[in-house]
Each structure stands twice: as C-alpha cells, then as structure tokens.
C-alpha cells in the first residue's frame, strides 16, 4: 500500500524512548500514528544512560523533590509490565566519612524509601563491609537500598513494537526533511535514509520527540524558532571484567559530589558510569574522552581492591542527553525533569515539543504528552499505558519462565536461554518454536547469537545493520570479534539491505489490537505536565 499523502492524525518525529512511548500511547487510544526515526530505533541517548529505572538518590541534593517522587512511583509500574528487561536490584553506598555525612545519607534514604509507595522493593539498611568483598580495607561502613535495572535500547524497541500492534507505522532509517504548515494538516516529507526515496504524508499534529535535536528540529525543517533551547550534557560510561561477584551494584560518592555507578553487567563484566560535562556539536559523534576516561577509573581505583587500567576496558559509550536549561552553573545541577510546548497558531495544525525528561519517567511524559494531544482528538480513549505490559512480558518471573522454556526446548545451551528470557521473555517461543535442536539456530554469528535470532530481529525489531543487532538488540557486541562483524555484516547486506532499497518500508503494520489492561479514564485528566 502506497504512503503518498496518506492521512494520519500523529507523525512522532524521533524514535527514542520518549518517541515510541508517546507512539504507544497515542495509538493505543484510537488514534492513526506515524512514527520515524532517522537512524535505528534508540539510536541516541535512549541506548545510552546508566541503564537504571531509579528516583535518583542525588537528585534529592538539588531538592527536586517533585521529580523524584514521580520517578520513585514510576519503578514499581515498570517493573510489573517488563519483567524480562527490567528487575529489582539492590545498591551499596560506601560511607567515605570525609565527603557526605552520615546523617545526611540516612536521611536522603529516609526520604527515598517513603516518597513513594512501595510494594516489590525492600527498604535501606545499614551494612559493614569486610575484607571478604571487593572494597579496599578502610571502607567498612555503608548503605544499601533498592532500584531497578533497565535494557534501555530493548525498552524502546518494545514500545514500538507495542505501538505497532495498535496500529502504528514505524518507518526507521526515515528522516522528516521538511514540513509545511497548513489550516488543517501539516505537510510532511519523509526521505528514506537507505534508498533516498522520498514521500509525502499529512498529520493533523506533530509530535517532535527528537531529543538531542529538538530544538534544531524548528529551524532546518520546521522553518520556525525554537521556543526553548536544550542543554546537551554528554554522559560516558565504559564496560570492565566483572569486579565485584554479587548481584549488588555500587554507587560511588567522589570529591566533586558527583556519583558513579558500577553495575553488574551482561554476566561477565561491570558497567560503570556515568560522567556529565557540557557537550556542543553533532550528538551522534559523542566519544568518551581520555579525560572521563581517567576520571571513571580513578574512581573506581579509589574503593576497589582490584585496580583498573584503561588496557582493561573491553568497551565504552557516550551519549548526549537533552536536558532543560535552567542556567545551573554546572551540567550534574541541570534538571531531568520535562516540560512541553503547544504551539497552536489560530486555525492551523498544532505541534507539540517535547524538553528533557529521563528514562525512568518516560511512560509518565508520553502520558502527559498524549493527554495535551487528546485536546485536538475529543473522540480518542482514556490513558491505560500505567499497566500495559511490552511484548514478551506475560509472564510472572524469570526463574519459572527460564524453567518452563528449558522443559520445553531441554536442548538450548544454558546460556542462551538466560539471555532470551531477559530479552525477549515470552517472545522466546517465537524463535525457538519450530527448533528441535542447536543445529536449527543455524549460523553462530558470535556469543549466543545465531542465525535464527538475526532472523527474528530483523523481520520484527527493525534491525538492519550488525551495530543495531550486536549492541542495541542483544549486546554481544561484547563478543564478537572483527571477523564476527564482517560475516554478519555480509549476511544482512545480502538478505536485507538489498530488500530494502527496492522496498521503501522497513516492516508492515500488523492488524491493530485490543488493549489488553489498563482501565480507560478521561482522556485529558490529570495530565499535571506543563
């Protein structure tokens, strides 16, 4: 079915988490939604935070109060709908005697358990540490408390999948190149990034969610000023052997006031990060520098018994995170939270922008965002999306699952099917269900992945090139070697990117769904975001 000037009354422009949430969302109330995203799904700073669902401990420091208790209601919420990409994890916070006081973190706790409701995650305590774990021998005191991990890139790419089962198109490697204002429409084109092909399509508003662009987005395509400006403040993080054999991650106090996280990660390795300096420039070349990288490190050798070298970094990433400039002297003061701008000139088509925001609360703002676009659409449904579970999230927890699939399928290596059920949950049968053996993944591209996986990305994940599937889709980036990347490399170029450039499309819309939870209220209640 061609595009051309096809009709919708939402194109989403920008597909990062905020961008498919808010896709999600809209669609899911009975609205026509077009998504693009001019690179891969979560190709910008939605694949690159710290990888936590939390309040933010440090944010209680610059009192935004506000922000964290809606972040702290956020994570329960989460939790429940994702359980395959999402989990409870518990913190340990060294007690270094010379930067906070105790008295202050015992109170910034107190305030962290009870500022929101909790029901699945356990409350702070007091705890000593011993020359048993991985700390240096001075550090004997601390605290732990609860939050939750996230597979940040997955949670975006499940939003879209969700938006698309209501109905939504979600064309990737689609940028939106030009829109023109009319009484009733925008008129916008979109250019296929792969085959240059360009079409037209009409929205009735604009969504821009474009993130690190927002802002630029109203000057190069929608000939208008920017009615805010963004701060860009770049975040690193590199990815280290495994230093610590508990499941429990590590928050960092440093000299500056600045926390870092060391997080457990894909098994074999910690996760740590992340740093905040001011970045200018294209937000798609954001690289760790020798400074951060110094500065993580040293951190890192400040409580660890075991001492890092930059020789030991398997990986690293930066990405550039949009946030709203309030003029803080410095980036680690700058709010998360996020805001909105309605631009409605007297009998012309709306838009909406979107500023700052953070994972944790992305649900909350798609919220906000679709309850502001209900206003122009009176007929759409009420907001659901507070228990509406991703794909592949049916299910109660991970060990039944893992132990149902390996009744199933008993002939699955272990370790791929730990990675599928913290993947793909559920959504495992789908690959799995026509496999009575190793033999029928087909080819092994590198660690865990085999062909039939590529196959499944690739036809319902909108994955196109080896980046997307190695290190957004499954992480075995961390294992693949120069000549892993080429033979995948090779493989997609002929199965896919061929396909792609005489086929405009990336995938097709399935039948639109019923929404499965979630009780309709007022379309425009309670929306509280401004």
């Known amino acids: 079915m061609t595009m051309q000037q096809e009709q919708y009354d939402v194109v989403v422009v920008g597909g990062g988490v905020n961008g498919t949430g808010i896709a999600m969302d809209a669609a899911g109330r009975g609205l026509k939604v077009l998504l693009c995203e001019m690179n891969d799904l979560a190709s910008a700073t939605s694949s690159s935070s710290s990888k936590l669902i939390h309040g933010g401990l440090r944010y209680l420091e610059h009192y935004e109060f506000r922000l964290v ?9 989460l939790l429940k709908n994702s359980p395959h990409i999402m989990w409870p994890m518990r913190f340990r916070l ?15 706790l107190f305030l962290y358990d009870h500022l929101a409701k909790r ?3 356990p409350g702070s305590k007091s705890i000593r540490f011993d020359e048993s774990g991985p700390l240096k021998p001075d550090i004997v005191k601390g605290f732990e408390y609860s939050d939750g991990w996230v597979d940040d890139a997955r949670l975006v790419v499940l939003t879209a999948r969700k938006a698309q089962q209501f109905g939504a198109k979600i064309l990737t490697r689609t940028k939106c190149v030009n829109a023109e204002r009319g009484d009733k429409n925008w008129k916008i084109t979109l250019r296929d ?35 805010k400006m963004i701060r860009m403040v770049k975040g690193s993080h590199i990815v280290v052997p495994r230093l610590n054999r508990e499941q429990e991650a590590y928050i960092l106090q440093n000299e500056d006031e600045r926390i870092v996280f060391v997080i457990p990660y894909e ?10 300096v001011e970045y200018e420039g294209d937000p798609r070349k954001a690289k760790i520098s020798p400074e951060e990288t110094d ?3 040293d951190i890192v050798n400040a409580h660890f018994v075991r001492q890092l070298k930059p020789s030991d970094i398997v990986w690293s990433y930066s990405g550039v995170r949009p946030l709203m400039d309030g003029e803080e002297e410095n980036a680690q003061k700058a709010s998360r939270d996020y805001s909105f701008e309605v631009n409605q000139e007297k009998g012309k ?7 700052g925001g953070k994972i944790t609360t992305y649900r909350k703002l798609a919220e906000a965002a679709t309850n502001k676009l209900c206003h122009f659409f009176p007929e759409a449904s009420g907001h659901w999306t507070k228990t509406a579970i991703l794909p592949g999230g ?8 893992a132990a149902a699939l390996k009744q199933d399928f008993p002939w699955l290596p272990e370790a791929v099917l730990s990675r599928y059920v913290r993947t793909y949950g559920t959504t495992s049968r789908d690959i799995l269900h026509d496999c009575t053996s190793v033999t029928d993944l087909g080819e092994l591209f590198a660690g865990t992945l085999y062909e039939k996986e590529v196959q499944h990305l690739v036809k319902n994940e909108w994955a196109m090139t080896s980046e997307d599937i190695l290190w957004r889709r499954t992480k075995q980036g961390l294992y693949a070697s120069a000549s892993n990347v080429e033979a995948l490399n090779a493989y997609l170029e002929k199965d896919i990117i061929e396909a792609r450039k005489s086929a405009p499309e990336a995938a097709e819309s399935p039948l639109p769904q019923t929404r499965d939870s979630g009780a309709a209220t007022d379309c425009c209640a309670g929306s509280g975001e401004a």
């Open 394 to 401: 049916d299910f109660d927890n991970q060990d039944n699952l």
């Open 69 to 77: 208790q809606k972040a702290l209601a956020e994570r329960e919420s």
């Open 295 to 297: 500065y993580l490190l």
């Open 119 to 121: 029901e699945m995650l």
């Open 267 to 276: 098994d074999q390795f910690s996760l740590v990060g992340t740093t905040d």
């Open 193 to 227: 990034m792969v085959n240059g092909v360009e079409q037209t399509v009409l929205g009735k508003v604009i969504i821009n969610a474009s993130g690190p662009w927002v802002s630029k987005l109203f000057g190069e395509t929608l000939s208008m000023p920017a009615p």
């Open 349 to 355: 088509a709306p838009l909406i922008s979107v500023f």
């Open 94 to 108: 060294p007690h270094r005697p010379h930067l906070r006081p105790a008295w202050m973190i015992r109170t910034g």
